[in-house]
């Protein structure tokens, strides 16, 4: 194969999801019909990577100092949703209306792989829960392991700072049927069973 | 979000297969977890698309004036074989020890799209024809029904020139089981048997 387009191929192969193949479809649909949107393509990552980096009060990705959500002053500062990737911020804002102010913690504790609350910045956290009048901590982290163990530690320091924190329910999904759910979804389900 | 992340998000999404989630993820992830990746790939679709155009004598894509394969003195020239696309080249070669030359398309006759002989530049296949002394043009068109009218078509060209053609065999394919092959293919293969 012509050596620039065996590099495309093995450059696309950075990209989540694509493997060999779809990268080698990839790389001959941008060359053999959408120049235009390669040449689109490389510029917006050029764009991306110079110019977004983390946003210094929340820690999610922005262009800017703050992000326009820290630096929106109609958001509620008194509410502060912890989740774990940048990616849950845009999940959260595109599935609800919450107006609050969020924390991205850019992983999740892991002691095995020696990611302790130093790693992901949790004095920062702390600072702010200090510095904002925080009322309430929305623990969003993922309901795996890990993300139940941050939850857990982000609880307690809550706690010594009298804040209330809350977690967001654990159950059956949307349109998920009982014979088909895995057995600690259904136990949560259960037990975190509300009135109705 | 921000503009240049939603930029890169929209940029992504030239790519085939992906839609506007695995964009976010893809995006998300190079901006987290892979930045120089990302630069990677941005010069690589920039050299590509720069440098990368179509062979002067078989059309697959290449960086050079001819390509590595019709540059070749040991290839056989009296055997061309004819595709559709660069990506059947690739293909061919990773699969086969096919060692004659070849002759992209680049498309395939479609009347009801406007597609005909000249837009395929078979002017270009037919002096080829005549100037290098081929003894059998073998038609790997896709097996489509635009795909068989092209192969028919290129026939036609062929015998007027006194030139063998062959087909690529239709038929079962490895590891298939009767029971669920179409009707179609189930035909072809029976119409098809070889002396075993």
Not at 72 to 97: F, H, K, M, Y
Request: glycine content about 10%; hydrophobic content about 40%; overall charge negative.
């Amino acid at each position: 194969m012509e050596a620039e387009l065996d590099e495309l191929v093995q450059a696309l192969r950075c990209l989540p999801g694509v493997g060999a193949k779809s990268a080698r479809r990839m790389a001959l649909h941008l060359l053999e019909r959408d120049r235009e949107g390669a040449r689109r393509l490389s510029r917006a990552v050029d764009e991306a990577v110079a110019r977004i980096g983390h946003c210094s009060v929340c820690r999610t990705l922005t262009s800017a100092e703050t992000c326009s959500r820290c630096a929106d002053p109609e958001r509620d500062s008194r509410v502060v949703c912890v989740v774990e990737s940048p990616g849950d911020v845009l999940a959260i804002e595109s599935a609800t209306d919450f107006g609050g102010r969020f924390h991205v913690l850019l992983g999740r504790l892991s002691p095995l792989d020696g990611i302790g609350p130093e790693e992901l910045g949790l004095d920062r956290l702390e600072a702010r829960l200090q510095a904002e009048g925080v009322e309430e901590l929305i623990l969003a982290t993922n309901t795996s392991v890990e993300g139940e163990v941050t939850a857990h530690y982000l609880a307690e320091m809550a706690a010594r700072h009298g804040i209330r924190t809350t977690r967001i329910a654990q159950g059956i999904p949307s349109g998920g049927e009982l014979e088909y759910i895995d057995a600690g979804t259904l136990a949560h389900a259960l037990s975190g069973r509300r009135e109705y």
